[in-house]
């Protein structure tokens, strides 16, 4: 094999339409753009949701979907992240030196995402009904205060 025998693949490289040469050619005169209007002229490009300067479809539709400000100061704890703590009481303030949470979180709920062994005191944490299970299934407690 040399250089100056290679060539490309059969049917790998198209033969392009010659336009615009003369009506036997089959796209003699306007060339496939058909008569007059702005995909016929030289630069007459336009998006593909562009509706010819009528308000586009997307606009004109009502805007929906909502995100809650309560996202911002809400968080879930895991119960295998608290496993993980070297405390066994565990209130706010554990929490918030341990890193689970930070300074803007407000609102806090502990969910269950697998069986623990480290018995655990929870002291005014709002838990799912399955970690307090869990919790208490381990030797564990939660306790609530009031006030």
């Known amino acids: 094999m040399r250089l100056n025998t290679l060539r490309p693949a059969e049917g790998s490289k198209k033969v392009s339409k010659r336009l615009g040469r003369g009506i036997g050619s089959g796209r003699g005169k306007t060339c496939g753009h058909g008569h007059k209007g702005q995909k016929a002229r030289a630069g007459g490009y336009h998006r593909n949701w562009?509706?010819?300067?009528?308000?586009?479809?997307?606009?004109?539709?009502p805007k929906f979907g909502f995100s809650t400000t309560k996202s911002r100061i809400t968080s879930e704890i895991r119960l295998s992240?608290?496993?993980?703590?070297k405390e066994d009481k565990i209130d706010w303030e554990v929490l918030r030196k341990s890193g689970l949470i930070n300074a803007k979180i407000k609102r806090v709920k502990v969910i269950k995402d697998q069986p623990i062994e480290k018995v655990i005191i929870?002291?005014?944490?709002?838990?799912?009904?399955?970690?307090?299970?869990a919790i208490v299934a381990a030797g564990g407690k939660v306790e609530e205060r009031n006030g």
Do not use: C, W, Y
């Open 122 to 133: 929870l002291v005014n944490i709002p838990t799912t009904q399955g970690a307090r299970d």
């Open 50 to 61: 562009f509706e010819g300067g009528q308000t586009p479809l997307h606009m004109r539709l």
């Open 81 to 85: 992240e608290l496993s993980k703590l």
